[in-house]
């Protein structure tokens, strides 16, 4: 887990139309929708917010919600998702690998790589939903604010938000003439461009163009070779151009294209290697565990690499009926990414493993939406159709001087096959060499999905203090899932294989040449049963989805509230279990609060309570307890409970505080794992305790200008254990030097100065400045076979300078 990778409280929803402050979020994340607004002294910010797909003052939203405003992507200089969810209470974004990343919210997250299942966090882009894995996580550019939206959103968002969702909101091309770029310069030679042009061609009529150039050489270099092992390399472009015709009519089209090209994550081995002959212990003793950020790192990964290529078009238009309005949103996406990570952590041939994930995914989503508005009633109702063909490809790599160091820790063989038959045969004059050969193993999946959608919101109006919301969304899900799993791939050595068999090697020292070829990762039941077999599943799943609200104003700054509403994830496939299919996962989730402000002390604070219950969970795990490390599937049903507090204080003209907290205690409802424990009652892994807490202070300079200074710190309490989470090297375990979900704290400011004209600007920042750094994940693939487990590490202190121009 990153140092930005914390769980923070979020506020809740809806507060006082009269509150000229809601207290659902700290007044230093408030904006209007159109651009960021410093803090007044004598009065706090309006913010209007998109979340239930009408324009509303945050106020009026009873929903948990959070912006995150272009102040704040400044202040934490954040450049993707990844970088803003420590403060967001409740948000947890694993994006240490771009095409690779993990979205959790308020302890519900999908531990699935596969194509088969779907995100339980919904990521939307201008109300369009982003999709899967490697499509998901991109470049922010040129983006008004973020809305996070904590809890099941399915009447308002559509598919997949069990857990909640996120709106990424960009900037529409503007009717005046613009232009802005920033230089960023830090340490590992950190060079980040960021530019944007507005051209305005008519008073109806605009176009916008935006580009982001990133590149750092990498915080952690290879200790035998020099070479940079963490680097970033990427680019992204957007063109958007929007016009009206008439009065009643709008039309916004946009183009975005991202380009990466990385090596990926770093892997530093952390189990003591002893000399040859002698051979790692396996399996591995996780007591023996050396700090990785202790010990050098050497890597051959071969491939090593990170990529994606990425192209989306978007089309929104609305009509003004006068009566009610209509939006149609049309999108396509595809994108083709590759993400290959050495697994072993070392550059011993004998002990290499590597993993790799290949995508390519195109989608198209269409959704008509109908809102309106009376005296008495806000209402909105549409359908949405989803289409998505994707393809995935799971490996598995070695050499086989690995697949001897298998054999030989499994008493297959001894000292190995290749390398002693290499021997053997060249001691007869025969030319062959079996070592340090390549080994590949993959599992192959398709999916076609179709999903169909009817919705529909309301919000009645009763009286002056009491209002009443109800919405509903049925949804059908169509998946067609195939699945293909061979014999290993092992050209090279087949080829010299057969020259052997040929000239009756084989026969000559008694051995078969079918004992050379077997498999040693896909090989659970089922995958061995159907090697080299296709096998396909076709299936459909429906879903009712309803919300209710009610807030109730009891004074004039003092709002209480209460929500029940559901959420699902669509039913799928299991990439890796052949024939593997499960239902909806859905969540029932009821909360209730109350928010109240004081004006005249510019002080505000929430405080809110939830309950939710998530059936039909799915999950793929690596199980480390059989001879040979094998993924499988397990099912659960979890239960949670927890507090959000949030407390803003602008404690005086120039000064200002917030602080936010949560509370979570999420534990298994039921669950048996796969070796048979029951862990009903026991923690599901989530902290029960994070915070954020943030300063900032202006001074305003007259002529020369304002300096703003920024502080935020983050905290995250130590996940929680349970009794399976040893056997799987989860959170909370202590290995060695490794503390595996150890508690977090991150660190980040800001000291910048914008001229009185707004033109120019400069800042320093510093981001982890207490260097902070944990285990985000461990390697462990080779752990039983080889005696091999790499840690992969969150980044260190980033720092560096800031230049900006804007006209």
Same mark, same amino acid.
């Given at each position: ?42 009065q706090l910010d309006t913010i209007t917010v998109t979340a239930q797909s009408r324009e509303q003052e945050l106020q ?351 008493? %297959?063989?001894?000292? !190995?096959? $290749?390398?002693? #038959?290499?021997?053997?045969?060249? +001691? *007869?004059?025969?030319? @062959? ?66 020259? %052997?068999?040929?000239? !009756?090697? $084989?026969?000559? #020292?008694?051995?078969?040449?079918? +004992? *050379?070829?077997?498999? @040693? ?287």
């Amino acid at each position: 887990m990153s140092p930005r990778k914390s769980r923070l409280a979020i506020s809740l929803g809806r507060a006082l139309s009269g509150l000229a402050f809601t207290a659902a979020m700290p007044l230093a994340m408030a904006q209007t929708a159109d651009a960021p607004a410093p803090v007044s002294a004598t009065q706090l910010d309006t913010i209007t917010v998109t979340a239930q797909s009408r324009e509303q003052e945050l106020q009026d939203v009873p929903i948990a919600l959070q912006v995150v405003t272009e102040q704040l992507l400044e202040d934490v200089a954040a450049e993707d998702l990844g970088d803003i969810d420590s403060f967001v209470p409740g948000l947890q974004i694993n994006s240490l690998q771009p095409t690779q990343p993990s979205f959790q919210l308020r302890g519900i997250a999908t531990d699935d790589f596969g194509i088969g299942t779907d995100p339980a966090v919904g990521v939307y882009v201008d109300g369009v939903y982003a999709g899967r894995g490697g499509g998901v996580l991109l470049p922010f550019t040129d983006l008004q604010r973020i809305e996070v939206l904590k809890g099941p959103q399915g009447t308002l968002f559509g598919r997949n938000t069990a857990a909640g969702a996120i709106a990424i909101i960009t900037t529409r091309p503007e009717d005046q003439n613009g232009a802005r770029a920033k230089l960023r310069l830090g340490n590992d030679n950190k060079q980040y461009f960021e530019g944007m042009a507005n051209i305005a061609v008519s008073e109806d009529s605009a176009f916008r163009f935006n580009g982001i150039f990133n590149h750092s050489d990498g915080w952690i270099q290879d200790s035998v070779t020099g070479e940079d092992l963490a680097p970033e390399n990427n680019w992204a472009t957007r063109a958007s151009f929007q016009t009206k015709f008439g009065d009643s009519t709008r039309a916004w089209i946009t183009w975005d294209h991202e380009s990466l090209d990385q090596l990926g994550q770093a892997t530093t081995g952390v189990v003591p290697i002893p000399a040859l002959p002698m051979l790692p212990t396996a399996p591995a003793d996780p007591s023996q565990f050396l700090d990785p950020l202790k010990i050098a790192t050497a890597t051959d990964a071969q491939g090593n690499a990170e990529t994606r290529e990425f192209d989306g078009v978007t089309l929104i238009v609305d009509h003004n009926f006068g009566w009610g309005s209509l939006t149609s949103t049309s999108a396509w996406h595809q994108y083709d990414s590759l993400n290959r990570v050495e697994e072993d952590g070392t550059n011993l041939s004998y002990l290499y493993v590597d993993s790799t994930n290949t995508e390519s995914n195109e989608n198209f989503y269409q959704e008509f939406k109908f809102t309106g508005s009376t005296d008495r009633v806000d209402w909105s109702a549409g359908v949405s159709y989803f289409q998505e063909e994707a393809d995935q490809t799971s490996e598995v790599n070695a050499l086989t001087d690995s697949i001897d160091t298998i054999a030989n820790n499994m008493g %297959l063989a001894p000292g !190995g096959l $290749f390398g002693p #038959i290499t021997q053997v045969a060249n +001691m *007869f004059g025969i030319p @062959v060499d079996l070592t340090g050969l390549p080994w590949n193993e993959k599992f192959v999946n398709t999916l076609d999905t179709k999903a169909y959608a009817a919705f529909g919101d309301a919000t009645w109006h009763v009286n002056d203090k009491l209002n009443l919301t109800a919405g509903l969304r049925y949804t059908r899900d169509e998946k067609d899932f195939t699945w293909f799993n061979d014999h290993r791939s092992a050209p090279q050595l087949d080829s010299q294989l057969n020259l %052997l068999d040929a000239i !009756g090697f $084989f026969d000559a #020292i008694g051995l078969p040449k079918e +004992m *050379f070829i077997f498999d @040693v990762a896909f090989i659970d039941p089922p995958a061995m049963i159907n090697k080299g077999v296709l096998n396909r599943a076709k299936k459909s799943w429906d879903d009712w989805s309803p919300r209710f609200v009610a807030d109730y104003h009891f004074a004039e700054n003092l709002m209480g509230f209460a929500s029940l509403a559901k959420g699902y994830k669509a039913g799928g496939f299991n990439a890796l279990q052949i024939g593997s299919e499960f239902e909806n996962e859905d969540v029932w989730n009821f909360e209730t609060g109350i928010k109240q402000s004081f004006p005249d002390q510019r002080l505000a604070y929430n405080v809110s309570a939830f309950y939710y219950v998530y059936d039909n969970r799915q999950a793929v795990t690596l199980d480390m307890t059989t001879a040979i490390p094998r993924f499988v599937v397990n099912t659960s049903d979890q239960e949670a409970y927890g507090v959000d507090f949030d407390v803003r204080w602008q404690a005086t003209d120039g000064l200002g505080f917030d602080f936010n907290a949560e509370y979570l205690d999420s534990t298994y409802k039921s669950y048996i794992n796969p070796q048979g424990v029951d862990l009903a009652g026991e923690p599901s892994g989530a902290p029960k305790w994070s915070f954020a807490a943030g300063a900032n202070y202006v001074w305003h300079l007259g002529d020369a200008g304002d300096m703003r200074a920024s502080l935020r710190h983050s905290y995250v309490g130590e996940c929680r254990s349970n009794d399976e989470s040893a056997s799987l090297l989860g959170c909370g375990t202590g290995a060695g030097a490794i503390d595996i979900g150890e508690a977090q704290n991150l660190t980040d400011v800001r000291l910048g100065w914008t001229s009185a004209n707004g033109h120019w600007g400069w800042a320093l920042y510093g981001n982890n400045v207490f260097d902070n750094q944990y285990v985000n994940s461990l390697g462990t693939y080779g752990m039983t076979v080889l005696g091999t487990v790499g840690a992969r590490m969150t980044q260190p202190r980033q720092y560096g300078l800031e230049v900006s121009a804007k006209f």
